[in-house]
């Protein structure tokens, strides 16, 4: 869209995270809550996105994957200030801008493109996102005059009498014309309160002014789900968690036991394939067609796993290639490999990828056979067809040709090229 662009908040410190990590680094489903954000701003074609940074602005610019412009908010006086701190890039603009909250990973793009798209229909000064909850405590009040307009947003701490009873908040989305916007912000006044500038606010100011303000009511009030403390975050992975199986199960994914299955946003897993009890799929997870994983099995970033392989119980994989129609059924660990396709992987069989200075390659060809309990130590490669006896350690550098043989500790060679 070129006439929009999104200014993201992102400067406060999360003190009741008590961490380290700014809060809007915090993982949900293996993705940092503030890229959900910038994703959706990205999705809706925001034609630039600004970050207001505050707390380890640095630590969190190094974590985003798409290009953003970076804004320093010196002093945290509150979200209008914060949005005010990026006012010098918007002096020439004249067209929408699009305000998020960093730290709501739940919202939906579908969501917010609606509140884009009644905004441009409108043309009002300020559209904003609603929900209506049966417990609105520590959320902003909608207040709506007799008309069912809406008269202004009443803080949680500011509220009194009958508006602390109003289930309908505030959501924290909003898309304003720049002009208006920057206009309104320097007209506000610090809460005394709360020794901040409050960015809602800027509808009671368009309202006092005969200004048209509109209003999205979603579906979804999970969608406003601030994370503020660690119990926040388990619930926000809790919705993440289950709306990424349900969007799996829809592509033809068969999930047996969602309560027990955990797989990271960003893993894309092909129809027809199963997925067993107990399993945890990490972010940057690949996994082709018709394949069987778990139960208890644990795919890690970087694994690319192709159609009809079968990975069974109690199996890792960590930054492996798999080929098809390959078999790991038991207690076996792949790290830092590159599998063919018609491999036997026995049970026990573990690649020792790491020598206490870096990870090693392993390679196994096509139509390789690993007997149970063998040991690969890295860099070693499998030929095609080769066999490994079980209880084997194949050491580091070893190369076993095409269709041969190997067994013992360590391997040795006991018939070549015999295997067709």
Not at 168 to 178: A, F, K, L, R, T
Not at 261 to 267: E, F, H, P, S
């Amino acid at each position: 869209m070129k006439n929009l662009r999104t200014i993201i908040l992102a400067a406060g410190k999360g003190t009741r995270m008590k961490s380290d990590v700014p809060k809007v680094l915090h993982p949900v489903c293996g993705k940092p809550i503030i890229q959900y954000i910038v994703d959706v701003s990205q999705s809706i074609g925001s034609l630039k996105t600004y970050v207001v940074f505050g707390h380890k602005s640095d630590i969190v610019k190094e974590a985003l994957t798409y290009p953003i412009v970076a804004v320093e908010q010196p002093k945290l006086l509150g979200t209008a200030d914060a949005v005010k701190c990026a006012e010098n890039y918007f002096k020439s603009f004249r067209g929408d801008v699009l305000i998020l909250c960093g730290d709501t990973p739940l919202l939906d793009k579908a969501t917010v493109k609606r509140v884009v798209q009644k905004h441009k229909k409108s043309k009002a000064a300020c559209t904003f996102l609603t929900a209506v909850v049966h417990n609105s405590k520590g959320y902003g009040r909608i207040i709506r005059g007799e008309n069912g307009g809406v008269v202004a947003i009443r803080e949680d701490k500011d509220a009194a009498g009958y508006e602390r009873n109003i289930a309908e908040i505030n959501v924290g989305v909003y898309c304003c014309q720049s002009k208006e916007l920057f206009k309104a912000l320097k007209a506000l006044k610090m809460n005394e309160k709360k020794k901040e500038f409050y960015l809602t606010d800027i509808v009671e100011f368009f309202f006092e002014n005969g200004q048209k303000v509109e209003t999205v009511e979603t579906e979804n009030p999970a969608e406003g789900l601030g994370i503020n403390t660690r119990e926040d975050l388990a619930v926000a992975e809790n919705f993440m968690r289950r709306k990424i199986l349900s969007n799996l199960m829809i592509e033809g994914v068969t999930i047996v036991d969602p309560g027990t299955t955990y797989i990271d946003a960003g893993a894309k897993i092909g129809s027809d394939t199963v997925i067993y009890p107990h399993t945890f799929i990490e972010s940057n997870v690949r996994v082709g067609k018709n394949c069987r994983i778990g139960p208890f099995a644990r795919l890690r970033q970087g694994t690319k796993i192709s159609d009809k392989v079968e990975i069974g119980n109690f199996t890792e994989i960590s930054r492996t290639k798999i080929g098809s129609k390959t078999f790991m059924k038991h207690f076996s660990y792949l790290g830092d490999s590159l599998v063919g396709a018609n491999v036997n992987i026995g049970a026990g069989v573990i690649t020792a990828n790491f020598d206490g200075q870096q990870k090693n390659t392993t390679r196994i060809d096509d139509g390789a056979f690993i007997g149970s309990d063998s040991v690969l130590v890295a860099p070693v490669r499998i030929g095609k067809k080769a066999v490994i006896g079980a209880g084997s350690v194949v050491t580091k550098g070893k190369v076993i040709p095409d269709g041969s043989v190997a067994f013992g500790v360590p391997a040795k060679i006991i018939l070549k090229e015999k295997r067709k």
